[in-house]
């Protein structure tokens, strides 16, 4: 399981890559709702914490299903609640289903190591190329102050603060090179 760091960055790229240079971090509720998106697959781990059971981790809150329902109703919320943020049903169920894609490249380690992508179906998958290193939240002492995972939250911020910077910089030379080139074309 990735850090609620990575998930928001992740969710930030996403965020910069659909938004108009000029609207890039105008509102900060809309920045503290794509971050609540974002990490909302992991509010199962709260009913983990305390029921000590880790079964139920990455089941059906880190599914296609799960990221279509929720993405429904977040967007029929923010439709009513903030109809200044214009976000659609597709930017909503991108961000939640963003968290079960990178929970998918998270290696093998700790149980449940794979994300139940189709569930209520019985398949756990998860990519066999491991970007991101696992970590042990259900570990009820020392976790934070473990190597391993200040280690592997030090990778996963590298990793995701390094797509981010490149969504973000190429967003803004994007714009600034569009006007040369159409003179250029004429």
């Avoid at 990455?58 to 214009?86: C, D, N």
Wanted: aromatic fraction near 20%; charged fraction near 15%.
């Amino acid at each position: 399981m990735c850090s609620p760091v990575a998930h928001t960055l992740i969710g930030l790229s996403i965020y910069t890559t659909v938004t108009p240079k000029k609207n890039l971090f105008k509102n900060w509720k809309k920045i503290y709702f794509i971050s609540f998106l974002t990490i909302l697959p992991d509010f199962d781990f709260l009913i983990m914490m305390i029921t000590h059971d880790s079964s139920d981790h990455r089941t059906y809150t880190h599914s296609l299903l799960f990221s279509i329902v929720a993405g429904y109703v977040f967007f029929k919320i923010a439709q009513v609640r903030y109809p200044s943020f214009r976000i659609t049903f597709l930017f909503c169920f991108a961000l939640i289903f963003s968290h079960v894609v990178v929970d998918g490249f998270v290696g093998d380690g700790f149980y449940p190591s794979k994300v139940a992508l189709f569930y209520p179906l019985p398949y756990l998958t998860n990519s066999p190329i491991s970007i991101f290193d696992p970590i042990d939240w259900a570990q009820s002492s020392g976790w934070f102050y473990s190597f391993a995972t200040f280690r592997a939250i030090i990778k996963e911020f590298i990793i995701t603060m390094g797509l981010f910077a490149i969504v973000y910089f190429l967003k803004m030379s994007r714009s600034t090179f569009e006007p040369q080139m159409q003179n250029d074309q004429h």
